[in-house]
Structure formats: C-alpha cells, structure tokens
C-alpha cells in the first residue's frame, strides 16, 4: 500500500471520528433533554402531562422511521442553511445529528426509567423540587445506563457517517466507496474495513469502561 | 403533632374505585412513638403517606405542627416536607453516592453551604454509627447499615416528625432490635415524634408508646400500649397481641380437647395476666391453700411494657365443681386479668 494510500487512510478515519464525535455530542445534548421530558411527562411521573408526552413521542417516533438515507436527502435545504453547503463532512453532522437525537432521547428515556420509584419518592418526601429530582436524583442514578446507550449511538453513527460518506461526506465510507470499489483497490477496502472494526470495537469498550466506572450497583 | 381528621382515600382505576382508607382521625402527641399496625393491605403505607402528601387525601385534614397540609401549594408543602423525615421498607437510597453523599442529600437541596453539610452529616454519621463507612457506596452495607444511613438522612433537616414505614420489614431480628434501639435513643435524645408503620407486633410492643390498629382501611382499636396489649377489644387486635406471647399454649395442652363451658369435674386451663401493681398478688399460694385448687404451672413470662412490669401465667386448675367456682369468682375479684381458655375433662 501506497504512502498516499496511508495518508489518504488515516485523513479519512480523522473525518470519520470528526463527523462521530461532532454529531454524537450534539445529539447528546439535544436527546438529553428530549429523553427528560419524555421522562417526566410519562404516566404517573413527577410532572405528569399527556399532552406534551404523546405529542413528543409522535415527533420522536416519526424521525426515528425515517431511513437515514432518506432523511438526509430531504433535509438538504436545512443542511445549506445551517452550514452553507450540502456536501462535505461539517454538512454531513447535520443529518447525522438530527437522525440520532430522537434515538439517544429514547435510550435516555429508558435509562431513565430503570431509577428505582422508591429512590424518586424518598427525594419527594424530602422536599426536593422536580428540577432537583431530574438533576440530582435521575440523571446521575441512570448515567452508567446512559453511557452505554450514547455508546450504542455511536456505533450506529459510525454506521451512518459511511453513507453520509457515499454523498460527498468524505470519511473512511466515501474512501471504501471510491477506491475500494470503484476502482477495485481490494486492499484499500480491506483497510478501511479493519479500522472501523477496530474503531467499533474500541468505542464499545472506552464506553463499557466508563459505565462500569459509574455503576456503584455492582461494587463490592 | 399530627392530627388527621376525618380523611378518606379513594384510588380510582380502570377496575373500579377502591376505598382505601375511612374516615380515619388520629392525634399523634409530640415526642410520642405511635404505632401503627395492621394486615397486608390493609391501608397503612397509605396512611402514612397521606401524613406527607405523597398521597392526596380524596377528604379530610392533615395538620403537621399546626399547619394543613393538604392547603398547601407545592413550594409551601416542599418546605413542609423538609420538616417530616421518612424512612422506608427498601431504604431507597442513592446507588450512585456514598454514605457521607446520600446522608447530604437533604441538605443540598436546602441549599446548605459545603461547610455546614460537612458538620452535620459528620456528626448524623457518628449518630447511627457509621463513621467508619462514610465513603461506602449502598451497594457495600448490610440491610441494617442501609437502614442507619436512611436514618441518618431523614435526620438530617432535623425534622420534628419521623415516619417509618415498615423499617424493619426487611432486617433480621437481631437487626431490627438495633435500629429500634436507635429509633428510641433519637425519639428520647431528639424528642422527635416517630410514626411506625408496621406489621409486627414485637416492634410495636418493643417501642411504641400508642398504638392504632388498622383494618380495611379503618382504625379498629386504639389506646396506649398498655391498654391495647394488656386488654385488646378486638379479635385482630386479639391476634396481634397473641402473636408475640412467648409462653404459646403447649402442644401437648393444644392435643387435649379443650371445651366451654365448664362441666362438672373439669380440669381449667386458664392463662393470668399480671399489670403494674397486681404483680405483687400472692395468687398462686392462695389458689392452692384457700380454695384447695392443685394448681400446675404450664409457662411464665414476665416483660416490661412501657416501663411497666406484665407478666402472663398460663396454669391448669382442678379442684372440685364448688371449689372450681369459687376460685374463679376470687380471681376474677382481682385486679389482674384472667383468660379461662378451655377445660378438659
Ligand atoms: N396507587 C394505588 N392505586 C390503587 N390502589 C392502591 C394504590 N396503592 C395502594 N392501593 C390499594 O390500597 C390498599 C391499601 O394499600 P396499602 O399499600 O396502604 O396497604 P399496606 O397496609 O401498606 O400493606 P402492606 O403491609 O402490604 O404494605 C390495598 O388494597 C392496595 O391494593
Ligand atoms: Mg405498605
């Protein structure tokens, strides 16, 4: 394999993780919240409301089952508002960004609904306010649960950002698209292959490690 | 402290509306112990959640310290809760903080300063005696360190009210004494007023100083300990009482065909209960030596009930028929009371 090859290899998988990490963190933080008020507004929470819990379980329903590929496509004039341009990596965060967030804000939802009642309870009967449960008693009971679901996020964005690679995205799809098919460089293909195996494998373990770190249910 | 008056609970649900509690009215003293007691479903987690306002009464009053609880807007009833300690059956900590953070908790949420957390859990830790464990996760104690934590943190805004809600249900006896122990040492230190809720008898006798007893979502009986344990009135209340008697009729009494009432030639089986003064009676010798009764002593037991001595005696007593009924008649003369609870013949 050519040094240009290595070069072209490792400038991919840095677009790669740049579009990952860009997107994911910025679903985290749009989910975050979804996945809270999803949460809270469920039947027999701590701000119980119907209206708001069917009408952002519809919104979050309907992103969710459109195919990736589909929604980036029809989101394109809100990609050039945002980012001026359609194609290139920073245009391709947009969809990926906006095809994870309903996904993180369910993971979120169940990771926050696996918190013990009773625990929610006793911090009631203490006199804490909603705004305190959520922040004090929900998110850092449920965060090793939240980690691993963010992992699993990431994993499918590494998924997404290849195809979003295949349209003018760049990352290591676009190189496995191009070389590795196009022009049938079988090495590059493998390539490329291996390192999102490896970067899979890699944020699957950084992320079970970190939840492991935060789960005070298991230590003994 | 507490008054209820008059508070009805209805859940509604699809299967229909259950009344879970009527028209219960109890008032709790400062500084009391109150128990409690009654059967699985019977309404008590119910109850005491209402004291709270974890659960809206459907009717009546709460009144905590002088004040309606069920008037209250949520930040009104947020700073009244900080006021009533709870703690529960499951303990229902933070896994996710340590001791020294769960017992903060309360306290972070007044918004108390770093400094004066750190004073008052240090010193609620050497309370209940975990300063040892104070960097512990949950997950790390027994069931019995849990529920000193718990403890611990229901303390922690130093509220004039502890509920408890089963506390001990989950702990083994030993464990149970130890936190009830503690529970009495911080009703007496702290003179906080302690509700608990409980299907144990044994803890109610252990420390109650009152006791209510719940049945169907309705207070059957009520009085002081003494009164409720030395002459309950209802056949529950009966039962609870029999639960925790040591000298249980002997299986080879329980073999023998007890019946009611007397014929001539039985032999009594009859169980004497001792209270305060009349434990000083001479029953026994006089039984035997004025109305000539051959007296045979099954099982004795003598224990404090609030600070007071109640012994039980169970006997068995043969003498002829106007032997028989004198003896009775002489000690049902007497201030202690007599349970004849069959014959044989
Ligand atoms: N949220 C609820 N919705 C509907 N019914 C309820 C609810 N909570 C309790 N109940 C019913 O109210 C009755 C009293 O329940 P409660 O939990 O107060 O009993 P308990 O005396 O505490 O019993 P246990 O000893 O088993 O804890 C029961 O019949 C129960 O099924
Ligand atoms: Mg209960």
């Known amino acids: ?220 | 402290m507490i008054e209820l008056q008059h508070i009805n609970k209805v859940y509604h649900s699809n299967t229909g509306d259950l009344q879970a509690l009527t028209d219960i009215n109890l008032s709790i003293g400062e500084g009391e112990i109150f128990g409690i007691i009654g059967l699985s479903g019977a309404g008590k987690s119910t109850l005491v959640r209402c004291i709270n306002m974890l659960e809206t009464p459907t009717s009546g009053t709460v009144l905590v310290d002088g004040q309606d609880m069920t008037k209250m807007s949520p930040s009104q009833l947020r700073k009244a809760r900080q006021n009533i300690g709870m703690i529960f059956q499951h303990f229902n900590l933070l896994s996710s903080r340590t001791v020294y953070g769960n017992i903060a908790f309360p306290l972070e949420i007044q918004g108390k300063s770093g400094d004066e957390i750190k004073k008052k859990v240090d010193s609620l830790l050497e309370l209940v005696g975990l300063t040892d464990r104070r960097d512990h996760y949950p997950s790390q104690l027994s069931g019995g360190q849990k529920q000193r934590v718990g403890i611990a943190r229901a303390l922690a805004s130093d509220p004039k009210v502890l509920l408890c809600d089963e506390a001990t249900s989950a702990l083994d006896p030993q464990t149970t004494e130890s936190i009830l122990e503690l529970l009495r040492d911080i009703n007496k230190r702290l003179n906080i007023t302690i509700v608990m809720i409980t299907h144990q008898m044994n803890v109610v006798k252990e420390i109650c100083d009152h006791v209510a007893v719940i049945e169907a979502g309705r207070i059957i009986e009520e009085g002081s300990l003494y009164e409720v344990f030395t002459n309950p009135k209802n056949p529950t209340t009966k039962e609870f009482v029999a639960s925790t008697r040591t000298d249980i009729v002997p299986d080879l009494v329980k073999q023998m065909s007890l019946h009611k009432p007397y014929k001539p030639g039985d032999k009594a089986l009859v169980r004497l209960h001792f209270l305060g003064d009349s434990a000083g009676e001479p029953v026994i010798a006089v039984l035997i030596k004025k109305y000539n009764v051959d007296v045979n002593i099954l099982s004795g037991n003598v224990e404090t009930l609030q600070n007071i001595p109640y012994g039980t005696l169970l006997i068995g007593m043969d003498a002829d028929e106007q032997h028989m009924k004198d003896a009775m008649d002489y000690l049902r003369s007497l201030s202690l009371q007599i349970e004849v609870i069959g014959y044989v013949s």
């Open chain 1, 1 to 220: 394999m050519s040094a240009n090859m290595v070069n072209m290899l490792l400038r991919s998988l840095g677009e790669t993780c740049y579009m990952v990490l860009v997107s994911a963190a910025l679903a985290t933080l749009f989910g975050m919240p979804l996945g809270v008020i999803l949460t809270v507004t469920g039947k027999g929470h701590i701000l119980e409301n119907k209206v708001i819990n069917r009408s952002l379980g519809a919104v979050v329903n309907a992103t969710r089952s459109t195919p990736f590929i589909i929604l980036m496509v029809a989101i394109i004039p809100l990609t050039r508002l945002i980012v001026g341009s359609s194609i290139g990596t920073t245009a391709a965060i947009v969809p990926l960004t906006i095809s994870a967030t309903p996904f993180i804000a369910r993971i979120i939802e169940s990771s926050l609904l696996e918190v013990d009642p009773g625990v929610i309870e006793a911090a009631e009967s203490m006199g804490a306010s909603p705004m305190q449960i959520i922040w004090k008693v929900l998110l850092p009971e449920s965060m090793h649960s939240i980690v691993l679901g963010v992992t699993l996020a990431m994993i499918s964005l590494i998924g997404s950002s290849a195809m979003a690679g295949a349209l003018g995205g760049g990352g290591l799809g676009d190189l496995a698209i191009r070389y590795g098919y196009q022009r049938f460089q079988a090495d590059t293909m493998v390539a490329t292959v291996i390192i999102l195996i490896v970067l899979v494998q890699l944020v699957q373990t950084v992320g079970n490690r970190i939840s492991a770190h935060l789960n005070k249910t298991k230590i003994k």
